[in-house]
């Protein structure tokens, strides 16, 4: 292996240790970075460049027509050039280049396009589509913090059904994302006074509120249906976290895709349906309310208000009815 190889090798490494130290990245997010780059290094030495120093805009500009030619989205062909965008910053201020040859190749047109969105009543029914479980709980069950408590449901399954209800519900009104929502512990969740901390991306910690129906909804998750999961653990019962799986773990990732799917499928809703369909439902339903972008930024924890101003975008309907009321001429 050459120098130039070994160094461009090292290169590599000392990004992905920097993206995940230093800036804090999530483990989802790095492993979106290493795979992007994979796929950009592996395109480079098919061409014969080794050195980071070879690289010429040119050579950007091609990747990212190879990546069209391959029928890539543009979203896809968007986020591919943001990393190797990214890495070469890196380069440059490590002092490997003297000149960052990707930043005035752009992004493909149509690649802002806009997140899969729920209409208000889709999303209703979609929270409202989980069964209720079998066994009655009271509206407003004290929260005990031993293991089993008086309201305790009896089976698993009633109690994974208010916790899929109580995640939808948290989720929509926090606006979090899959990992926030999955990460988050009982310590972060005040029901009293309706706020809850989100660990973001970097460590990033913001506060939330939590409406009623959120509230309400954890609530009797907390008392009636997670001292069930936590008592099935076989091994060291689970204290920390929120919403647990049906072995008394911390719920993953892709277990929230699945509730999300079902959830979906009962209520028979044909869009596409992932855990960031409802973070894209609750800021577009915010702006849409009234809330100002910067706000909405805070609550979805953005670095930057340009990633928030996507959700400004208004429907046909609504610019129509926004017209005939404000014009003073539409009349």
């Known amino acids: 292996m050459s120098d130039a190889d070994n160094g461009l090798k090292r290169l590599r490494e000392r990004f992905i240790a920097h993206i995940a130290v230093e800036r804090g990245l999530s483990a989802a997010t790095v492993a979106a970075y ?15 460049i080794a050195d980071p120093a070879r690289i010429t805009r040119r050579d950007v500009e091609d990747y990212v027509a190879s990546l ?49 969105v729920l209409t208000v009543d889709e999303v209703a ?8 479980p079998s066994t009655a709980i009271p509206e407003n069950p004290p929260i005990s913090a031993a293991t089993a408590s008086p309201t305790t449901v009896a089976s698993i399954e009633d109690a994974a059904l208010l916790r899929d209800k109580a995640l939808l519900e948290f989720m929509y009104a926090t606006g979090s994302r899959v990992s926030e929502a999955v990460g988050a512990d009982l310590a972060d969740i005040d029901l009293d006074e309706h706020v809850a901390r989100l ?22 998750y907390i008392a009636a249906g997670r001292p069930v999961l936590e008592s099935v653990a076989k091994t ?19 277990s929230v895709w699945e509730i999300v799917r079902l959830a979906g499928e009962r209520a028979h809703i044909d869009k596409p349906l992932h855990p960031h369909t ?3 439902s609750f800021a577009t339903h915010l702006i849409q ?9 805070e609550l979805l924890g953005h670095a930057s208000v340009t990633t928030t ?22 009349r």
């Open 34 to 48: 290493e795979s992007d780059l994979g796929k950009y290094f592996a395109w480079l030495g098919e061409r014969g």
């Open 68 to 116: 069209d030619a391959a029928g890539e989205s543009a979203r896809s062909k968007s986020r591919r050039l943001a990393s190797v965008h990214m890495f070469h910053r890196f380069a440059l201020a490590e002092h490997v280049v003297t000149d960052d040859v990707s930043a005035a190749v752009k992004p493909p047109k149509g690649a802002s396009t806009l997140p899969d």
């Open 125 to 132: 029914r979609l929270l409202d589509a989980v069964p209720r």
């Open 199 to 220: 660990t973001g991306k970097g460590s990033k910690q913001r506060l939330v509120p939590l409406g009623t129906y959120a509230c309400e909804a954890l609530r009797r």
């Open 236 to 254: 060291k019962p689970e204290r920390r976290a929120i919403f647990l799986n049906k072995r008394g773990k911390r719920l993953s990732r892709q």
């Open 278 to 280: 409802l973070r894209h």
């Open 289 to 297: 309310g009234g809330a100002d972008v910067r706000t909405v930024q």
């Open 309 to 330: 101003q996507i959700y400004t975008h208004v429907s046909p309907e609504n610019l129509i009815e926004t017209y005939l009321t404000a014009h003073p001429r539409a």
